[in-house]
């Protein structure tokens, strides 16, 4: 009954079900995934229930012969590479078998929100080696008629799935930089003139701080992960302590402090640290970065963005996000410190901190980029930027002597000295102690470069003096937080939002 079935009765719901997991893909590059999820795995069980039950499989069955060998054949073999029946090639069976490994890689991926080479490693696993223990699994248990075990299905099958990675590799580029565009050509005007202090941050108060198992390898500020029950609770009540400390220093100096709540219920043992995770720019844009460790991605809220949208003028949300499941990341304000005033993105070369991500940033937010190597003490890549550069108004503090190639540690300074600013170079070792990672932000009495004041103790006196010709210093101690690898200044991602409405003050924190 089922070989009369037309052959578009087959190919046009396959096309519709391939045609919706490209929707899905693009959902993936936006803030939508949750939907994207859902609907991926509705139609991966409209997928499975087409082909395995009803007219779709029965054709499929029909037309796929080669899979079943003669009853009281040898059927449980592997067979070598170089024993393929060549009568295979002139069946359907090498497209059905690429088929198999390009399908599955949508679903997968959609569902599970994987890095690419974990999705097919997954779909290697589960599809091209899975399927084939399954079947021999199926002849040995004699519930099937007998099935061929052949390595060449295999191959096959992770050949589909590695072309449907490339081809989805491509095809989300593509959605992210058409996105970039458009957004690009759509970016009002700003509203009101830059400015490299701003006069308010977004901070966290951490529910169950810590320091982060996950980002320790890549970050020689980090001290050791705590073990002990009763020493986390401890580490996490001072952690909440400092929060409320540096908040209350920069109330009391007149600068706005927007304050949200960590999550119940959700691990982000660096929820502390919102620079990494958003940024907000002058022209009313907020943007969203792709962050390396999984714990940390968990820190991107909806519900922040919410919150600066009742109080300040929000124009875009440029998620760059999805791009971390490509292995690449750019994690905000760390990776990049900005000149807001001549569009000058500075990036130290790390894990963190992805080149062609940087690219894309720039030519959505009209900046240009600087980009050099720095190493730490121990030779290894300075995980964030903003640890060996502060740039203020009228000054910058750099770590110079952290750049290893001197031409291009002589292109740097110079870069940072032709915008007209004091460039306050610090040494390896005071950058060890934190003394790049400041903030200068505007208070009710003028503007205040803010730092630990273990970064503090490091500076010399002239260097003090130098600051001081422009900002007064605002040195907070937060001990415990610097034992995650960050200080004051990834404590506080800068509000550069216009007001909500140009000619009423700012309001004060939530």
Not at 61 to 72: E, H
């Amino acid at each position: 009954m089922f070989q009369s079935i037309p052959v578009w009765m087959v190919l046009v719901p396959i096309a519709l079900i391939v045609f919706v997991m490209a929707l899905l893909l693009q959902y993936t590059t936006t803030v939508r995934r949750r939907r994207a999820q859902v609907g991926g795995l509705v139609t991966f069980l409209l997928i499975y229930a087409s082909t395995n039950v009803g007219p779709i499989a029965a054709a499929i069955r029909v037309g796929n012969d080669y899979q079943r060998a003669a009853p009281g054949d040898e059927v449980i073999r592997l067979i070598p590479f170089l024993q393929l029946d060549t009568r295979l090639v002139l069946t359907s069976w090498t497209l059905d078998q690429l088929l198999i490994g390009f399908t599955a890689v949508l679903p997968v991926l959609i569902i599970f929100q994987q890095r690419l080479r974990t999705t097919f490693w997954i779909v290697f696993a589960a599809v091209a080696v899975g399927v084939e223990i399954n079947e021999g699994w199926a002849n040995m248990s004699g519930i099937t008629p007998p099935f061929r075990i052949d390595i060449h299905d295999v191959a096959l099958r992770a050949l589909g799935a590695l072309a449907a990675t490339a081809l989805v590799h491509q095809a989300r580029q593509a959605l992210i930089d058409r996105d970039l565009r458009r957004k690009r050509a759509n970016a009002p005007a700003a509203p009101h003139s830059a400015t490299q202090a701003p006069a308010a941050v977004v901070m966290i108060r951490p529910a169950a701080f810590q320091p982060n198992p996950e980002t320790a390898t890549d970050n020689a500020f980090q001290s050791a992960g705590v073990a002990d029950v009763a020493e986390r609770q401890s580490v996490a009540a001072k952690a909440q302590v400092e929060v409320a400390a540096v908040a209350t220093a920069l109330r009391g100096e007149g600068v706005g402090v927007v304050m949200f709540d960590d999550r119940e219920g959700i691990d982000t043992p660096d929820s502390v640290f919102p620079n990494n995770w958003i940024s907000t720019h002058d022209d009313g844009r907020v943007v969203l970065y792709p962050m390396a460790a999984p714990s940390r991605r968990r820190e991107r809220r909806g519900d922040v963005v919410d919150g600066l949208r009742e109080r300040y003028g929000v124009s875009q949300v440029l998620d760059l996000s999805p791009v971390e499941l490509e292995g690449r990341y750019l994690e905000g304000t760390g990776a990049l410190v900005l000149d807001h005033v001549h569009r000058i993105a500075y990036m130290a070369r790390s894990g963190r901190a992805n080149e062609a991500v940087l690219d894309q940033w720039c030519e959505a937010m009209g900046y240009t980029a600087e980009v050099f190597n720095t190493v730490d003490q121990a030779g290894q890549p300075i995980y964030h930027t903003n640890v060996v550069l502060s740039i203020g108004t009228d000054f910058v503090v750099a770590g110079l002597s952290n750049i290893p190639d001197p031409a291009e540690r002589a292109r740097i300074a110079a870069r940072l000295g032709e915008t007209g600013r004091d460039v306050i170079e610090i040494d390896r070792g005071q950058v060890a102690e934190f003394a790049g990672n400041g903030l200068e932000l505007t208070g009710s009495r003028g503007r205040i470069f803010t730092l630990s004041t273990r970064a503090l103790a490091a500076l010399r006196p002239d260097q003090v003096a130098a600051i001081e010709t422009s900002a007064r210093i605002l040195a907070i101690g937060i001990p415990t937080i610097e034992r995650s690898g960050g200080s004051v200044r990834c404590m506080l991602a800068g509000v550069h939002l216009p007001p909500r409405q140009p000619d009423v003050p700012t309001p004060p924190a939530a």
